[in-house]
Structure formats: C-alpha cells, structure tokens
C-alpha cells in the first residue's frame, strides 16, 4: 500500500472517531451518570484506538522516514486526545489550556526535522533531540500545573504541582541520560495515567464529599471532617502507589527504581535501612494511620445513637491505642529493622520501666486498663482532687468536668470554663475519682432552703415541691422530694432533693441558681420570710444605761452605759 493511502486511512478514522464520540459519550452517561468520568473515558479509548490504528498501519511503510514520520504524528494525535481528558478536570482560561498542545506541536515539528534532516551537523541533531524532550517536558508540565489548579484543596494543590514538577523533572533527566526509555507501551501506560488521574481528582473533589454526607451523617460534624480528610489522603496514597506501578510496568522505570531500593544507607545483620525502605515506610505509615483514623471514627456508628458518644467513644480510644501498637510494630519491619533488635528493645524496654521510661510505660498500661476496665469512658462527667484553675478569676481545690479523649498516655478533660487538662493516665489509677456517670448518667441534688420560724412547715413544703416539678430537667421517673433537715440557730432547715442527668445537665451550679431564683420569688408571694441570722445577747450583771439629751455635754445621742 502507498504512504499516501495509509496516511488517507488513519486521517478517515480520526473522522470516523471524532463523529463517534458524541453518541459514545452519550451512550456511557446513561449508565455510569457522572459526566466527566465518561468522557474522561472515551477520549482515552479513542487515543488507544487510534495509537494503536497508527502503528498498526505504519509496519506497512516502506521506508524509514516515512515510517517514523506516521508513528511521531500518531504520538501527536494520542497526545491531543489524552490532554483534552484532563482537561475535563481543569479550569484554566482558554488561552492556557493551548499551552500543552503547543508544546506537543513543536515537538512534533522538532521530531520530523530529525527524520528528514539527517545530514545536518550531529551537534545540530543532538540539540533537536533535546528540544524534542524538553517541549514534552513543558506540555506535561503545563497539564500537571492545571490539575494542581483544579483542586479546591490548597495544601493539596501545591503538593500535586510540586510533586508534578519533582517526578516529572527526574524522568526527564533520566530520559535525556538514557536511563529511561518510551516505547509503544509507554504510551498505553500514559493513556491509563491519564484516565487514573481524572477518576482520581473526580473522586476526590466529588465522590467523597458526597458518600460522606450520606453515609456518616448520623455521626457529629467533627467526626465527618476526620473521616473524609484521611479518606482523601488514602485515596491520594493509592492514587501514588498506582502511579508508580503502571510506570513500572509500562516502561523500564523499575530498573531504575530497583537500583534505588538497593541503595543501602546502613547495611548490617541487625538493620538494614535503604532509600527503598524509607520510602516503602513512609508510604505505609501514610496508609495504616489513615486508615487507623478512619476505622476509629467508623466503629462509633456500630453503637446505637443514644450509646454512641459514651461507649463509642471509649471504643473509638481502644481501637486507637491498639492501632498505634500495632503500626508501629509492622513500620519498624518495613524500615528494615529486624525481629533480632525489635526483641531485645522490647527487653530494654523492661529494663527501663524502673528507669527513664517507668512515667511513660506506666501512662500507657494504665490507659490500656481504663479502657478495658470500662471505669472511665470518652463522655463521662468527673471531678478531680488537687488541680487549681486559678487562671480565670476563681481558684477551685478540685476540677470538674467531661471526659474528651482517653489518649496513649494521657486523658483530656474538658472543664465548664471551656479549660482542657491533660491528666496523665496513672492519676486515674492511683488517685480517687468521682464518677458522675460510671454506670448511668443520673445523680441527686440536695438543696437547701432556710425559712423562718414563723413559716408552716407544711406550707413550705408544698412550695418547694411546686418549684421542683416546674424545673424542666429533672428526671421524673426518679424520685423527688422535700426533706425537713433541722431546726437551725436562725431558721428551719429544709432540703430539696431531686435527680438530674449529669450529661444533659453539666453545668449543676446553673440548676441550683435556677432553682434558688424560683423558690424565693414563691415564697416572697406566699409572704413565707427567708430569714437572716439573729442573736440574742444576755449580760449577767445589770446595766444602767443614760441617754443625753440633745445639747448637753459631750457626746450628742450617744448611748453612755
């Protein structure tokens, strides 16, 4: 067959495709119902389809140039469809989505001197390969730059654009030393890069978002942001690990990859640490703590609503400590550190419990033991002997407030004030705690109310029993009542007692103020006299007592005993 006809051939399919990919798009949105991801696919196929068309019908060629001439235009066209995939994803101006296909362009034009200037200076041709590479460093570079842009997320922009530039900058210099080679894989390998990347930033900026709101909106907002946060980094870190795989693959970038995993920065029987391993560990903390902080928030959604935030929570805590225990034990392997030193550290560790490390291991065993023991949950509502908050304008013997978080080594309390203490986890072990809520969340209240003793005891006592049934939280089912306590120096002692949820009800100073300013407005109504206190003082010898006129000497109305 003539070159002309081929040329005609692969020309009528790129005709043929670019009509077809109006009613394939259609076709496939029908199905999948996201836009972009459809699209994002046909363009992919058709840039496969029409690779594949190109050098196909280019072994048909009889001579060289031509040959290589038909496969750099194939190249072209491949990379226009694969650049108009990502820019589905981009919302660059017009005038810089031109920038990637201008590149490509010149270094399309840059490739076809090559081919028929072959008897021009070889220093001439060597910098026309340069240029050719460089051209197709910038268009690469220019479409990495818009996915960064593409991204909401500003830390992750950056960290798309700067990677972007570091990766694709080594594989140009490998490229241009000849450590790395493209072939007709290669660009199968670029053609699923491309689709990986739109399904990628698709999923992150849409998908996610979404799921999350429907599948965790019973859980609180926090817990939410946390959820989706590491999914988006699990998402990015696969995203990575499958990046690098497909160029493994699809080029001989694993030689060059194997060559850095093999660079031993400590090389002994006991360790053995190289770039690989570094590498391989910091991917691998990425994803298990990502995926740690996702579980621990998921587990709270086994619990039912009215349980989710006390046992959930402590759940949430176990999961967590457990979680870091077990990372850490599978990260030290991954670094290259072997079970022959991982023991004897765990023996060293013995040793040094009675050393530096006693506070630290104590901490963390008895964090273990609260969780376990179930005697202090994540909600529960305790109060602590011997710490002072005298920051805020009152200095208290003792603190009270919920319980935030059980930690590795310490727990956070949140007080009233809006204070968070860090209390060691040992001092819930060998101090005394008052629990409001170890087994249910109701406590009683006990408040006194002294009245005059001129006041109807019975009457007094029906007012009080009103006051309480107006309180809105008390707990109705629990009982109630109005105690006569004693008969005081100066008034009757009376108590009310009723019970309220400590959890609902945190702040008890407010209940007992509100309470105070109930009764007392009741009690002024029922002309029931709240009395003050009262002495009367006996002499045992008589007193005479002479009271000046006014105007007489010394001291005008004065008493003069």
Known sequence: MSSLYLLFIYLGAVIL??????????????????????????????????FWLGWELSSYFQKWSEREAFRNLTIFVSAVYLTRATHLITTQKRWLKLLPYSFFFIAFILSIAFIYLPNINPKLLTGLIVLKKTFIYLGALSVI?????????????????????????????LWELEYLEFNFKSVIGIAFLVFLTVIYTIAYSKLLPKL??????????????????????????????????????FSNLSKVLNTV??????DTELVKISVGNIIDFTITASFLFSLL????????????????????????????????????????STLGITWKVILPIAGTLGVGLGFGLQAIMNNYVSGFILLFSKKLKVGDIVELPSISVSTLGSSQPS??????????????????????????NSNFISSPIVNFSLKDPYVRLKIPVGVAYSSDPLKVKEIISKTIEELPYIVRFLPK?????????????????????????????????????????????????????????????????????????????????
């Not at 002495?535 to 005993?561: A, H, Y």
Request: aromatic share 12%; hydrophobic share 45%; charged share 25%.
């Open 17 to 50: 495709l670019t009509l077809v990919e109006f009613f394939l798009k259609k076709f496939l949105f029908k199905r999948i119902k996201e836009k972009v991801i459809t699209d994002g696919a046909v363009l992919v196929i058709i840039s496969l389809i029409l």
């Open 145 to 173: 730059y818009e996915l960064g842009n593409s991204l909401k997320n500003e830390t992750l922009s950056k960290t798309i654009k700067l990677t972007g530039f570091i990766v694709l900058t080594a594989l140009m210099l």
């Open 293 to 332: 902080n996702i579980v621990k928030k998921l587990v709270k959604m086994t619990f039912p609503k009215e349980r989710r935030e006390v046992e959930g929570g402590s759940a949430e805590a176990l999961i967590f400590n457990l979680g870091v225990l077990f990372n850490s034990v599978i990260l030290l």
């Open 481 to 561: 009542t109005v105690r006569f306590e004693e008969l005081g120096d100066s008034a009757l002692i009376f108590k009310a007692i009723f019970w309220i949820d400590i959890r609902k009800n945190i702040w008890v100073r407010n209940v007992i103020s509100d309470f105070y300013y109930k009764v007392w407005y009741k009690l002024k109504e029922a002309n029931v006299e709240i009395p003050f206190p009262q002495n009367d003082v006996w002499f045992r010898n008589s007193l005479k007592v002479e009271i000046e006129k006014p105007g007489g000497e010394g001291d005008k109305g004065n008493f003069r005993t």
């Open 212 to 249: 999350a709101q429907e599948l965790l909106k019973e859980l609180p907002k926090n817990d939410q942001e946390v959820v989706l946060r590491n999914s988006r980094y699990l998402l990015t870190i696969l995203y990575l690990v499958a990046l690098i795989e497909i160029l493994k693959y």
């Open 399 to 424: 603190v009270f407030g919920k319980v935030e978080d059980i930690g590795i080594l310490s727990t956070i309390i949140r007080t009233n004030d809006g204070v968070e203490i860090s209390i060691p």
């Open 261 to 266: 995993d093999n660079f031993y920065l400590l």
